[in-house]
Antibody, heavy 119, light 110 residues
């Protein structure tokens, strides 16, 4: 069965960087793209970007250009999302979500990783 | 990349039908038939309910249906049940490998 298991909660100071991982299992890792979506406390979902594990190509939301980097390790079927220049507004639950193709932009989701930015 | 527009809240009684709208532009909803809908319960990850505007993943109740007209997509839930209560989000492909979500709609089952 498809599973996406994310790394644990993080607490960071303003200006720091955070790197969240998402380990995939139960399917061919390189056959499906991976989205990153975040949700601030009590707020809605916000699309951050997408990574193609096959070649490593990425596309980021304009809002995060220059601050976010998505990478992957095909040997461990893991994707990573690194966000730099953290500010308090980046406090949120960060999700990875598999793109199932044919418009199924999030057919499986990770459990979410809480990132707290606080001085 | 502006968020799609959804009503903040909708409500209905058990057994009734409700519809949630999702309005985008001719650069996203209006040009691509790639709108998906997600249900989210408190403390849980979102769950895919509808994709490609009107298709249901296996396991999703046929009480959930989707449609689209112009720049607006809609999610209809018929035979409303208590477990349908939660937050609903639309999401559309917006070109150049980017996606955009709606602001979310809180569904209350009275």
């Amino acid at each position: 069965q498809v599973q996406l298991v994310q790394s644990g909660a993080e607490v960071k100071k303003p200006g720091a960087s955070v790197k969240v991982s998402c380990k995939a299992s139960g399917y061919t890792f390189t056959s499906y793209q991976m989205h990153w979506v975040r949700q601030a406390p009590g707020q809605g979902l916000e699309w951050m970007g997408i990574l193609n594990p096959s070649g490593g190509s990425t596309s980021y939301a304009q809002k995060f250009q220059g601050r976010v980097t998505m990478t992957r390790d095909t040997s461990t079927s893991t994707v990573y999302m690194e966000l730099s220049g953290l500010r308090s507004e980046d406090t949120a639950l960060y999700y990875c979500a598999r793109d199932g193709g044919s418009g199924r932009s999030g057919d499986y989701w990770g459990q979410g990783t809480l990132v707290t930015v606080s001085s | 990349q502006s968020a799609l527009t959804q009503p903040a809240s909708v409500s209905g009684s058990p057994g009734q039908s409700i519809t949630i709208s999702c309005t985008g532009t001719s650069s996203d909803v209006g040009i691509y038939n790639l709108v998906s809908w997600y249900q989210q319960h408190p403390g849980k990850a979102p769950k895919l309910m509808i994709y490609e505007g009107s298709r249901r993943p296996s396991g999703v109740s046929n009480r959930f249906s989707g449609s689209q007209s112009g720049n607006t997509a809609s999610l209809t839930i018929s035979g409303l049940q208590a477990e349908d209560e939660g937050d609903y989000y639309c999401c559309s492909y917006a070109g150049s490998s980017t996606w955009v979500f709606g602001g979310g709609t809180k569904l209350t089952v009275l």
